[in-house]
């Protein structure tokens, strides 16, 4: 048996970043196939999802760097140790091999205690079974193939340990891919939030026409009318063309507030987590309710002023 080399600075920090990496991938691989069954499995009792797939694109972009950087630094180790049997011994590497068998084997008592005691609760719903299975296959993988390690089979056997890094990096960038699926391409994304941002604007103008309303007990003839230099409120514009907003006063009472949409309100009802904090959003969510939705392209949104609900403001008699 070689005796044990010293622990430099250098095998350290080696180990320690590997182990960052390696954690910090097996969390986002983790969340984001979390993400694609909470989509591909909605549930009644679950929170409204976000529609710009935050949790999503920050998976995927921790996977794009950490998994290459993982698979970089388990390569350098096992270089040095091809080197330098000896390294094969360092308290360092003992301890990270042993650290990482505890993780992932107490992940896996706890996913399976979790199973149980949902099921035992009532909870039925596929998408919690299969991120349980989730969860239970990850670290039975990782315990085994760390329990491997810790018996020297990947020293003996380079070519295979090659193998499974590249199967890794394969089954990773088949998760990045899969993520533009769920969220779309970057141009979607920003395409909604040009969206979200349009139907706040005309939330804000509705807010004001209908104020303007109670003060005069009429509607603008255009929306310049609602400008107040002295209040500081602006009628805004399309965000993206810089376009005025298309307004129409329809009866004494009654409205038309327009804009062009790039892509229909997206339905993310039941896509969240659960229990978890309600997203909130100018036209989806659950504390929004469905006068907000709107189709691609140009549409109206046609509005009545209800004059009990909104009554005309009294004027002083001084």
């Known amino acids: 048996m070689d005796t044990p080399a010293k622990t430099t600075p250098k095998d350290f920090f080696l180990w320690l970043g590997a182990l960052i990496a390696l954690y910090g991938s097996i969390t986002s ?4 196939l979390f993400e694609y069954i909470n989509s591909a499995f909605p549930d009644p009792l679950a ?14 972009a921790t996977l794009i760097v950490l998994v290459p950087a993982t698979i970089v630094l388990f390569r ?5 140790i091809d080197k330098e049997p000896g390294k094969a011994g360092i308290w360092v590497r003992r301890w990270a091999l042993v650290l990482t068998l505890f993780i ?6 706890i996913d399976l205690i979790t199973i ?7 909870e039925e719903s596929v998408r919690f079974f299969l991120k349980a299975a989730v969860v239970l296959l990850v670290a039975v993988g990782v315990f085994l193939h760390f329990l491997a390690d810790v018996k020297g089979y990947w020293i003996a056997n380079v070519k295979k340990a090659n193998l499974i890094g590249i199967g890794v990096g394969v089954l990773a960038l088949v998760a990045i891919v899969s993520g533009f699926f769920i969220i779309g391409t970057p141009d979607h994304v920003r395409d909604l939030r040009f969206d979200a941002q349009k139907v706040s604007d005309l939330q804000s103008i509705q807010y004001q026409v209908v104020y303007f309303w109670q003060l005069k007990k009429t509607l603008p003839a255009d929306l310049a009318e609602l400008n107040d230099p002295l209040s500081g409120f602006m009628v805004p514009v399309d ?12 009866s004494d ?3 038309h507030l327009c804009a062009a949409f790039n892509a229909e309100t997206p339905d993310t009802r039941g896509q969240g987590e659960y229990p978890g904090r309600d997203i909130a959003y100018t036209s989806w969510g659950p504390q929004a309710d469905e006068n907000w939705t709107h189709p691609a392209g140009e549409h109206c949104f046609s509005r009545t002023i209800d004059p009990e609900r909104y009554p005309p403001f009294e004027k002083p008699m001084f």
């Not at 350098?76 to 040095?80: F, Q």
């Not at 992932?104 to 008592?109: K, L, M």
């Not at 965000?239 to 329809?250: G, S």
């Open 29 to 32: 691989f983790i969340t984001l």
């Open 47 to 60: 929170y409204y999802g976000d529609p710009y797939g935050g949790a999503v694109r920050t998976s995927m």
């Open 76 to 80: 350098l180790i096992r270089g040095s």
């Open 104 to 109: 992932a084997g107490a992940a896996v008592v």
């Open 253 to 255: 009472s009654s409205f």
């Open 116 to 122: 149980i005691n949902t099921f035992l609760g009532g």
């Open 239 to 250: 965000p993206e063309t810089n376009a005025a907003y298309r307004y129409a006063r329809t």
